[in-house]
Protein backbone atom coordinates (compact mmCIF):
# COMPACT_ATOMS: atom_id res chain seq x y z
CA UNK A 1 0.00 0.00 0.00
CA UNK A 2 1.22 3.47 -0.87
CA UNK A 3 2.77 5.71 1.85
CA UNK A 4 1.05 9.10 2.23
CA UNK A 5 1.99 12.13 4.43
CA UNK A 6 -0.92 12.82 6.95
CA UNK A 7 -4.42 15.54 5.95
CA UNK A 8 -5.30 17.78 8.54
CA UNK A 9 -8.65 19.63 8.53
CA UNK A 10 -8.17 22.70 10.32
CA UNK A 11 -10.63 24.85 11.80
CA UNK A 12 -9.47 28.30 12.58
CA UNK A 13 -12.60 29.39 13.89
CA UNK A 14 -15.16 32.41 13.22
CA UNK A 15 -12.80 35.04 12.97
CA UNK A 16 -11.19 36.36 15.55
CA UNK A 17 -7.38 34.98 15.64
CA UNK A 18 -7.43 34.46 19.13
CA UNK A 19 -10.58 32.33 19.00
CA UNK A 20 -8.30 29.53 17.01
CA UNK A 21 -7.94 26.38 19.33
CA UNK A 22 -4.11 25.68 21.14
CA UNK A 23 -4.20 22.54 18.95
CA UNK A 24 -5.05 24.45 15.32
CA UNK A 25 -1.88 26.57 16.46
CA UNK A 26 0.44 23.86 17.03
CA UNK A 27 -0.89 21.81 13.86
CA UNK A 28 -0.11 24.99 11.67
CA UNK A 29 3.29 24.88 13.05
CA UNK A 30 4.61 21.76 12.87
CA UNK A 31 3.01 20.40 9.16
CA UNK A 32 4.94 20.56 5.99
CA UNK A 33 2.34 22.08 3.67
CA UNK A 34 -0.75 24.75 4.81
CA UNK A 35 -3.17 24.37 2.12
CA UNK A 36 -4.95 27.70 2.05
CA UNK A 37 -8.12 27.70 -0.15
CA UNK A 38 -9.39 31.63 -1.14
CA UNK A 39 -11.84 32.47 -3.90
CA UNK A 40 -9.48 33.78 -6.06
CA UNK A 41 -6.00 34.66 -7.25
CA UNK A 42 -6.40 38.76 -6.46
CA UNK A 43 -7.97 37.89 -2.58
CA UNK A 44 -7.04 37.19 0.13
CA UNK A 45 -7.76 33.96 2.13
CA UNK A 46 -10.19 34.83 4.90
CA UNK A 47 -8.81 31.67 6.75
CA UNK A 48 -5.64 32.30 6.40
CA UNK A 49 -5.98 36.23 7.44
CA UNK A 50 -6.94 34.66 10.86
CA UNK A 51 -4.17 31.82 11.63
CA UNK A 52 -1.19 34.37 10.18
CA UNK A 53 -0.81 36.22 13.37
CA UNK A 54 -0.69 33.02 15.55
CA UNK A 55 1.26 31.03 12.46
CA UNK A 56 5.14 32.20 12.26
CA UNK A 57 5.57 30.22 9.10
CA UNK A 58 8.81 28.21 9.10
CA UNK A 59 11.43 28.76 6.34
CA UNK A 60 11.02 24.83 5.44
CA UNK A 61 6.79 25.46 5.01
CA UNK A 62 5.48 25.97 2.02
CA UNK A 63 2.11 27.91 1.88
CA UNK A 64 -0.23 26.64 -0.88
CA UNK A 65 -2.70 28.95 -2.46
CA UNK A 66 -5.73 27.00 -3.47
CA UNK A 67 -8.64 28.81 -5.59
CA UNK A 68 -12.09 27.82 -4.83
CA UNK A 69 -14.60 30.13 -6.85
CA UNK A 70 -17.35 31.18 -5.61
CA UNK A 71 -20.35 29.81 -7.40
CA UNK A 72 -22.45 27.11 -7.41
CA UNK A 73 -21.91 26.14 -10.92
CA UNK A 74 -20.33 23.03 -11.09
CA UNK A 75 -18.52 23.65 -14.82
CA UNK A 76 -16.24 25.92 -12.82
CA UNK A 77 -16.09 24.58 -9.57
CA UNK A 78 -15.35 21.04 -10.98
CA UNK A 79 -12.20 21.16 -12.57
CA UNK A 80 -11.19 24.53 -9.94
CA UNK A 81 -11.45 21.39 -7.53
CA UNK A 82 -9.98 19.17 -9.00
CA UNK A 83 -6.64 21.40 -9.59
CA UNK A 84 -6.66 22.17 -5.88
CA UNK A 85 -7.43 18.29 -4.43
CA UNK A 86 -4.29 17.21 -7.42
CA UNK A 87 -1.82 19.65 -5.97
CA UNK A 88 -2.16 18.54 -2.20
CA UNK A 89 -2.51 14.75 -3.48
CA UNK A 90 1.06 15.76 -5.13
CA UNK A 91 2.43 16.34 -1.85
CA UNK A 92 0.63 13.87 0.25
CA UNK A 93 1.96 11.48 -2.00
CA UNK A 94 5.27 12.59 -1.82
CA UNK A 95 4.70 11.80 2.08
CA UNK A 96 4.39 15.46 3.09
CA UNK A 97 2.05 16.33 5.87
CA UNK A 98 -0.71 19.08 4.76
CA UNK A 99 -3.27 21.22 6.53
CA UNK A 100 -6.17 22.29 5.05
CA UNK A 101 -7.41 25.60 6.75
CA UNK A 102 -10.53 26.69 6.71
CA UNK A 103 -12.93 29.19 8.93
CA UNK A 104 -14.99 28.44 11.21
CA UNK A 105 -15.10 24.48 11.65
CA UNK A 106 -13.86 21.65 8.43
CA UNK A 107 -17.01 19.88 9.15
CA UNK A 108 -20.02 22.57 9.18
CA UNK A 109 -20.23 23.92 5.67
CA UNK A 110 -17.19 23.81 4.82
CA UNK A 111 -15.01 22.90 1.56
CA UNK A 112 -13.17 20.31 3.84
CA UNK A 113 -16.04 18.00 3.88
CA UNK A 114 -15.46 17.72 -0.25
CA UNK A 115 -12.02 17.22 0.12
CA UNK A 116 -12.23 14.46 3.06
CA UNK A 117 -14.59 12.40 0.79
CA UNK A 118 -11.82 13.04 -2.15
CA UNK A 119 -9.11 11.93 -0.30
CA UNK A 120 -10.72 8.67 0.25
CA UNK A 121 -10.93 7.48 -3.15
CA UNK A 122 -7.82 9.58 -4.90
CA UNK A 123 -5.42 8.19 -1.83
CA UNK A 124 -6.46 5.10 -0.28
CA UNK A 125 -5.80 4.58 3.26
CA UNK A 126 -4.53 8.25 3.80
CA UNK A 127 -4.40 9.15 7.36
CA UNK A 128 -7.23 11.79 8.28
CA UNK A 129 -7.05 13.81 11.00
CA UNK A 130 -10.27 16.57 11.72
CA UNK A 131 -9.38 19.69 14.11
CA UNK A 132 -12.19 20.80 15.18
CA UNK A 133 -12.88 24.47 16.03
CA UNK A 134 -15.25 27.60 17.25
CA UNK A 135 -17.68 27.88 14.57
CA UNK A 136 -20.43 30.80 14.02
CA UNK A 137 -22.83 28.09 16.07
CA UNK A 138 -21.27 29.81 19.13
CA UNK A 139 -19.87 32.35 18.13
CA UNK A 140 -22.74 34.30 16.72
CA UNK A 141 -24.32 33.57 19.85
CA UNK A 142 -21.62 34.93 22.41
CA UNK A 143 -21.21 38.09 20.18
CA UNK A 144 -25.04 38.65 21.32
CA UNK A 145 -24.54 36.85 24.82
CA UNK A 146 -28.17 34.70 24.12
CA UNK A 147 -28.49 31.48 25.12
CA UNK A 148 -27.97 28.50 22.60
CA UNK A 149 -29.92 26.20 24.65
CA UNK A 150 -30.78 25.52 28.33
CA UNK A 151 -32.04 21.92 29.84
CA UNK A 152 -35.07 21.21 27.33
CA UNK A 153 -34.41 23.54 24.58
CA UNK A 154 -34.48 22.60 20.79
CA UNK A 155 -31.75 23.80 18.29
CA UNK A 156 -32.47 24.05 14.58
CA UNK A 157 -29.84 25.15 11.96
CA UNK A 158 -31.22 26.29 8.53
CA UNK A 159 -29.69 27.27 5.65
CA UNK A 160 -32.15 29.83 4.19
CA UNK A 161 -30.61 29.93 0.71
CA UNK A 162 -32.37 26.78 0.06
CA UNK A 163 -36.05 27.21 0.30
CA UNK A 164 -37.94 29.32 3.41
CA UNK A 165 -41.25 26.87 2.75
CA UNK A 166 -40.49 24.72 6.03
CA UNK A 167 -39.12 27.54 8.59
CA UNK A 168 -42.86 27.93 9.98
CA UNK A 169 -42.98 24.08 10.89
CA UNK A 170 -39.45 24.49 12.12
CA UNK A 171 -40.45 27.32 14.32
CA UNK A 172 -43.38 25.44 15.72
CA UNK A 173 -40.52 22.51 16.78
CA UNK A 174 -37.97 24.28 17.74
CA UNK A 175 -36.79 26.83 20.21
CA UNK A 176 -33.63 28.53 19.16
CA UNK A 177 -33.36 28.88 15.13
CA UNK A 178 -29.88 29.82 13.67
CA UNK A 179 -30.23 30.73 9.77
CA UNK A 180 -27.20 30.38 7.73
CA UNK A 181 -26.70 31.78 4.17
CA UNK A 182 -29.58 34.59 4.65
CA UNK A 183 -27.74 37.12 2.47
CA UNK A 184 -30.09 36.74 -1.09
CA UNK A 185 -33.67 35.85 0.88
CA UNK A 186 -33.68 38.48 3.78
CA UNK A 187 -36.59 40.50 2.19
CA UNK A 188 -38.55 37.07 2.32
CA UNK A 189 -37.22 35.95 5.74
CA UNK A 190 -38.56 39.00 7.15
CA UNK A 191 -41.83 38.39 5.69
CA UNK A 192 -41.88 34.66 7.33
CA UNK A 193 -40.47 35.61 10.47
CA UNK A 194 -43.06 38.47 10.67
CA UNK A 195 -45.88 36.14 9.59
CA UNK A 196 -44.91 33.25 12.74
CA UNK A 197 -44.75 36.66 15.07
CA UNK A 198 -41.37 36.32 15.41
CA UNK A 199 -39.32 39.12 13.83
CA UNK A 200 -38.93 40.79 17.54
CA UNK A 201 -37.19 37.59 18.46
CA UNK A 202 -34.58 37.53 15.76
CA UNK A 203 -31.04 39.25 15.49
CA UNK A 204 -28.72 39.65 12.47
CA UNK A 205 -25.39 39.21 13.18
CA UNK A 206 -22.64 39.55 10.38
CA UNK A 207 -18.71 39.16 10.81
CA UNK A 208 -19.34 37.89 14.36
CA UNK A 209 -15.86 38.17 16.37
CA UNK A 210 -14.29 40.08 13.40
CA UNK A 211 -13.07 43.41 13.03
CA UNK A 212 -16.39 45.10 11.30
CA UNK A 213 -18.84 42.82 13.56
CA UNK A 214 -22.23 44.36 13.26
CA UNK A 215 -25.62 43.64 15.19
CA UNK A 216 -28.77 44.41 14.36
CA UNK A 217 -31.99 43.71 16.00
CA UNK A 218 -34.54 45.63 13.30
CA UNK A 219 -34.32 42.92 10.83
CA UNK A 220 -36.92 44.98 8.82
CA UNK A 221 -34.30 47.93 8.28
CA UNK A 222 -31.93 45.62 6.53
CA UNK A 223 -33.71 43.72 4.63
CA UNK A 224 -32.93 45.31 1.23
CA UNK A 225 -29.26 45.99 1.93
CA UNK A 226 -26.68 43.54 0.61
CA UNK A 227 -25.82 41.45 3.35
CA UNK A 228 -22.15 39.98 4.16
CA UNK A 229 -21.27 36.46 3.56
CA UNK A 230 -20.60 35.42 6.90
CA UNK A 231 -24.21 36.70 8.27
CA UNK A 232 -26.96 34.96 10.35
CA UNK A 233 -29.98 35.38 11.62
CA UNK A 234 -30.43 33.96 15.60
CA UNK A 235 -34.34 33.73 16.14
CA UNK A 236 -35.02 32.99 19.81
CA UNK A 237 -38.35 31.82 21.37
CA UNK A 238 -37.74 31.68 24.91
CA UNK A 239 -40.70 29.51 25.72
CA UNK A 240 -38.68 26.47 27.41
CA UNK A 241 -35.71 28.81 28.64
CA UNK A 242 -35.41 29.03 31.77
CA UNK A 243 -36.36 25.79 33.15
CA UNK A 244 -34.62 25.54 36.11
CA UNK A 245 -35.78 28.53 37.42
CA UNK A 246 -39.01 27.73 37.34
CA UNK A 247 -40.09 29.26 33.89
CA UNK A 248 -41.51 26.42 32.50
CA UNK A 249 -42.52 23.00 33.57
CA UNK A 250 -39.89 20.85 34.63
CA UNK A 251 -40.87 18.38 32.37
CA UNK B 1 -24.18 53.29 39.80
CA UNK B 2 -22.08 50.43 41.69
CA UNK B 3 -19.01 49.50 40.29
CA UNK B 4 -18.70 45.58 39.37
CA UNK B 5 -15.34 43.15 38.45
CA UNK B 6 -16.22 41.82 34.98
CA UNK B 7 -17.80 38.60 34.95
CA UNK B 8 -16.74 36.20 32.42
CA UNK B 9 -18.12 33.16 31.16
CA UNK B 10 -15.82 30.94 30.14
CA UNK B 11 -15.97 27.73 27.58
CA UNK B 12 -13.26 25.36 28.21
CA UNK B 13 -14.18 23.16 25.24
CA UNK B 14 -14.97 19.30 24.92
CA UNK B 15 -12.55 18.41 27.12
CA UNK B 16 -9.17 17.74 25.23
CA UNK B 17 -6.83 20.42 27.35
CA UNK B 18 -5.42 21.25 23.86
CA UNK B 19 -9.04 22.12 22.43
CA UNK B 20 -8.93 25.42 24.40
CA UNK B 21 -8.72 28.44 22.78
CA UNK B 22 -5.73 31.07 22.98
CA UNK B 23 -8.17 33.47 24.19
CA UNK B 24 -9.89 31.40 27.24
CA UNK B 25 -6.12 30.49 28.03
CA UNK B 26 -5.42 34.18 28.07
CA UNK B 27 -8.91 35.70 30.35
CA UNK B 28 -8.16 32.57 32.70
CA UNK B 29 -4.42 33.60 33.34
CA UNK B 30 -5.62 37.33 33.45
CA UNK B 31 -8.42 37.32 35.82
CA UNK B 32 -8.39 37.08 39.68
CA UNK B 33 -10.98 34.97 40.78
CA UNK B 34 -11.94 31.64 38.82
CA UNK B 35 -14.98 30.21 39.60
CA UNK B 36 -14.98 26.74 39.07
CA UNK B 37 -18.15 24.51 39.04
CA UNK B 38 -18.34 20.92 40.16
CA UNK B 39 -20.93 18.07 41.28
CA UNK B 40 -19.83 17.99 44.80
CA UNK B 41 -17.14 18.43 47.47
CA UNK B 42 -15.88 14.92 46.46
CA UNK B 43 -15.27 15.07 43.05
CA UNK B 44 -13.15 17.10 40.96
CA UNK B 45 -14.95 19.62 38.16
CA UNK B 46 -14.83 18.69 34.48
CA UNK B 47 -14.03 22.10 33.22
CA UNK B 48 -11.28 22.86 35.88
CA UNK B 49 -9.48 19.12 34.60
CA UNK B 50 -9.26 20.26 30.89
CA UNK B 51 -7.89 23.90 31.84
CA UNK B 52 -5.49 23.28 34.87
CA UNK B 53 -2.75 22.15 32.81
CA UNK B 54 -2.63 25.42 30.57
CA UNK B 55 -3.45 27.04 33.46
CA UNK B 56 -0.40 28.16 35.98
CA UNK B 57 -2.42 29.56 38.42
CA UNK B 58 -0.59 33.20 39.93
CA UNK B 59 -0.15 32.87 43.86
CA UNK B 60 -2.90 36.46 43.68
CA UNK B 61 -5.66 34.48 41.69
CA UNK B 62 -8.17 32.47 44.13
CA UNK B 63 -9.46 29.36 42.86
CA UNK B 64 -13.66 29.27 43.87
CA UNK B 65 -15.19 26.05 44.03
CA UNK B 66 -18.97 26.23 43.76
CA UNK B 67 -21.19 23.07 44.31
CA UNK B 68 -24.14 22.45 41.58
CA UNK B 69 -26.18 18.92 42.71
CA UNK B 70 -26.76 16.70 39.73
CA UNK B 71 -30.51 17.15 39.83
CA UNK B 72 -33.59 18.61 38.12
CA UNK B 73 -35.29 19.15 41.34
CA UNK B 74 -35.84 22.76 42.55
CA UNK B 75 -35.49 22.05 45.96
CA UNK B 76 -32.02 21.17 45.92
CA UNK B 77 -30.39 23.35 43.25
CA UNK B 78 -32.07 26.72 44.21
CA UNK B 79 -30.53 26.95 47.22
CA UNK B 80 -26.63 25.42 45.84
CA UNK B 81 -27.12 27.51 42.97
CA UNK B 82 -28.02 30.94 45.69
CA UNK B 83 -24.89 30.42 47.38
CA UNK B 84 -22.65 30.10 44.61
CA UNK B 85 -24.08 33.25 42.87
CA UNK B 86 -23.62 34.87 46.58
CA UNK B 87 -20.18 33.99 46.64
CA UNK B 88 -19.42 35.38 42.71
CA UNK B 89 -21.46 38.54 43.66
CA UNK B 90 -18.89 38.98 46.86
CA UNK B 91 -16.08 39.46 44.37
CA UNK B 92 -17.28 41.25 41.59
CA UNK B 93 -18.83 43.87 43.91
CA UNK B 94 -15.01 43.92 45.62
CA UNK B 95 -14.42 44.85 42.29
CA UNK B 96 -12.68 41.79 41.26
CA UNK B 97 -12.65 39.86 37.77
CA UNK B 98 -14.31 36.53 37.84
CA UNK B 99 -13.93 34.15 35.36
CA UNK B 100 -16.53 31.50 35.55
CA UNK B 101 -15.52 28.24 33.44
CA UNK B 102 -17.65 25.28 31.97
CA UNK B 103 -17.44 22.75 29.91
CA UNK B 104 -18.27 22.77 26.06
CA UNK B 105 -19.69 26.50 24.96
CA UNK B 106 -21.08 28.74 27.88
CA UNK B 107 -24.14 29.10 26.53
CA UNK B 108 -25.21 25.59 24.89
CA UNK B 109 -26.38 23.36 27.67
CA UNK B 110 -24.35 25.20 30.28
CA UNK B 111 -24.91 26.75 34.14
CA UNK B 112 -23.54 30.12 32.89
CA UNK B 113 -26.51 30.78 31.15
CA UNK B 114 -28.48 30.82 34.51
CA UNK B 115 -25.71 32.51 36.13
CA UNK B 116 -25.73 35.46 33.10
CA UNK B 117 -29.73 35.74 33.66
CA UNK B 118 -29.04 36.26 37.39
CA UNK B 119 -25.87 38.47 36.53
CA UNK B 120 -28.10 41.23 35.21
CA UNK B 121 -30.55 41.28 38.21
CA UNK B 122 -28.50 40.94 40.79
CA UNK B 123 -25.53 43.26 40.12
CA UNK B 124 -27.18 45.61 37.45
CA UNK B 125 -24.99 46.91 34.76
CA UNK B 126 -22.39 44.48 35.66
CA UNK B 127 -20.13 43.89 32.25
CA UNK B 128 -20.53 40.59 30.76
CA UNK B 129 -18.24 38.74 28.25
CA UNK B 130 -18.70 34.96 27.07
CA UNK B 131 -16.00 33.61 25.59
CA UNK B 132 -17.13 30.73 22.75
CA UNK B 133 -15.67 27.61 22.61
CA UNK B 134 -15.15 24.32 20.86
CA UNK B 135 -18.94 22.77 21.74
CA UNK B 136 -19.89 19.02 21.40
CA UNK B 137 -21.91 20.33 18.19
CA UNK B 138 -18.55 20.28 16.39
CA UNK B 139 -15.74 17.93 18.50
CA UNK B 140 -18.29 15.11 18.27
CA UNK B 141 -18.52 15.21 14.50
CA UNK B 142 -14.92 15.90 14.18
CA UNK B 143 -13.82 12.23 16.06
CA UNK B 144 -15.81 10.58 13.57
CA UNK B 145 -15.24 12.17 10.73
CA UNK B 146 -18.78 12.93 9.30
CA UNK B 147 -19.53 15.89 7.83
CA UNK B 148 -22.03 18.04 10.36
CA UNK B 149 -23.68 19.99 6.91
CA UNK B 150 -22.93 20.77 3.60
CA UNK B 151 -24.35 23.30 1.32
CA UNK B 152 -27.90 22.44 1.55
CA UNK B 153 -28.61 20.31 4.75
CA UNK B 154 -30.25 21.64 7.68
CA UNK B 155 -29.03 20.29 11.33
CA UNK B 156 -31.12 19.90 14.51
CA UNK B 157 -29.98 19.53 17.92
CA UNK B 158 -32.55 17.75 20.44
CA UNK B 159 -32.22 16.94 24.30
CA UNK B 160 -33.24 13.20 23.96
CA UNK B 161 -34.46 12.83 27.45
CA UNK B 162 -37.28 15.72 26.87
CA UNK B 163 -39.59 13.23 25.06
CA UNK B 164 -38.93 11.42 21.72
CA UNK B 165 -42.17 11.85 20.62
CA UNK B 166 -41.06 14.71 18.08
CA UNK B 167 -38.15 13.19 16.39
CA UNK B 168 -40.26 11.37 13.44
CA UNK B 169 -41.02 14.69 12.16
CA UNK B 170 -37.26 16.38 12.89
CA UNK B 171 -35.76 13.15 11.39
CA UNK B 172 -38.44 14.22 8.31
CA UNK B 173 -37.12 18.35 8.31
CA UNK B 174 -33.22 17.72 9.05
CA UNK B 175 -30.36 15.62 6.97
CA UNK B 176 -28.25 15.63 10.22
CA UNK B 177 -29.79 15.26 14.03
CA UNK B 178 -27.08 15.37 17.21
CA UNK B 179 -29.24 13.94 20.19
CA UNK B 180 -28.04 15.15 23.74
CA UNK B 181 -28.82 14.58 26.71
CA UNK B 182 -29.26 10.21 25.41
CA UNK B 183 -28.25 8.07 28.57
CA UNK B 184 -31.18 7.49 30.24
CA UNK B 185 -33.15 6.59 26.98
CA UNK B 186 -31.47 5.05 25.08
CA UNK B 187 -33.60 1.90 24.49
CA UNK B 188 -36.56 4.19 23.63
CA UNK B 189 -34.70 5.76 21.14
CA UNK B 190 -33.19 2.61 19.14
CA UNK B 191 -36.81 2.22 18.81
CA UNK B 192 -37.67 5.07 17.37
CA UNK B 193 -34.75 5.03 15.27
CA UNK B 194 -35.39 1.64 13.66
CA UNK B 195 -38.91 2.45 12.92
CA UNK B 196 -37.52 5.16 11.00
CA UNK B 197 -34.95 2.80 9.23
CA UNK B 198 -32.06 5.60 10.67
CA UNK B 199 -30.65 3.03 12.98
CA UNK B 200 -27.35 2.10 10.67
CA UNK B 201 -27.18 5.82 10.07
CA UNK B 202 -26.63 6.29 13.89
CA UNK B 203 -23.36 6.71 15.95
CA UNK B 204 -23.38 7.44 19.58
CA UNK B 205 -20.20 9.13 21.14
CA UNK B 206 -19.40 9.72 24.76
CA UNK B 207 -16.56 11.42 26.20
CA UNK B 208 -15.91 13.34 22.80
CA UNK B 209 -11.83 14.41 22.49
CA UNK B 210 -11.28 12.91 26.10
CA UNK B 211 -9.16 10.28 27.47
CA UNK B 212 -12.30 7.57 27.52
CA UNK B 213 -13.73 8.72 24.21
CA UNK B 214 -15.92 6.16 23.09
CA UNK B 215 -17.23 5.12 19.76
CA UNK B 216 -19.91 2.82 19.11
CA UNK B 217 -21.73 1.94 15.53
CA UNK B 218 -24.11 -0.50 16.47
CA UNK B 219 -26.51 1.03 18.78
CA UNK B 220 -28.72 -1.87 19.74
CA UNK B 221 -25.59 -3.36 21.75
CA UNK B 222 -25.33 -0.52 24.33
CA UNK B 223 -28.64 0.16 25.00
CA UNK B 224 -29.44 -0.58 28.25
CA UNK B 225 -25.75 -0.09 29.47
CA UNK B 226 -25.47 3.07 31.60
CA UNK B 227 -24.18 5.70 29.64
CA UNK B 228 -22.10 8.26 30.35
CA UNK B 229 -23.24 11.97 31.19
CA UNK B 230 -21.16 13.24 28.07
CA UNK B 231 -22.18 11.31 25.09
CA UNK B 232 -24.36 11.95 22.40
CA UNK B 233 -25.99 10.37 19.21
CA UNK B 234 -25.44 11.41 15.87
CA UNK B 235 -27.77 10.86 12.65
CA UNK B 236 -27.08 11.15 9.75
CA UNK B 237 -29.49 11.00 6.47
CA UNK B 238 -26.74 11.88 3.61
CA UNK B 239 -29.97 12.62 1.68
CA UNK B 240 -28.91 16.10 0.71
CA UNK B 241 -25.13 16.04 1.33
CA UNK B 242 -22.61 16.30 -1.48
CA UNK B 243 -24.56 18.75 -3.66
CA UNK B 244 -21.68 20.05 -5.23
CA UNK B 245 -20.21 16.66 -6.12
CA UNK B 246 -23.94 16.28 -7.97
CA UNK B 247 -24.90 13.44 -5.70
CA UNK B 248 -28.36 15.27 -5.38
CA UNK B 249 -30.00 18.62 -7.14
CA UNK B 250 -28.13 22.08 -6.79
CA UNK B 251 -30.89 24.07 -5.64
Known amino acids: MQEFGKLYGVGVGPGAPDLMTLRAVNVLRSVEVIAIPRSNRFTKSVAWRIAEPNVSKRDDQELLMLDF ?44 SYLKNQAQSRWSGVE ?5 AVSSFTAVPSVIQMTIADGQERVAVVPASYGLEELPSILELFDTVLLMKVSRVMPELVRVLDD ?5 NSVYVSKATMEHQKV ?16 MVMVKKFDRSGVLEGAVDRG
Open 196 to 200: CGLLD
Open 216 to 231: VTDLASIQNEKCDYFS
Open 128 to 132: IEVVP
Open 69 to 112: PMTKDPAITEPAWDVAFTEIGRRLESQQSVAFICEGDPLFYSTF
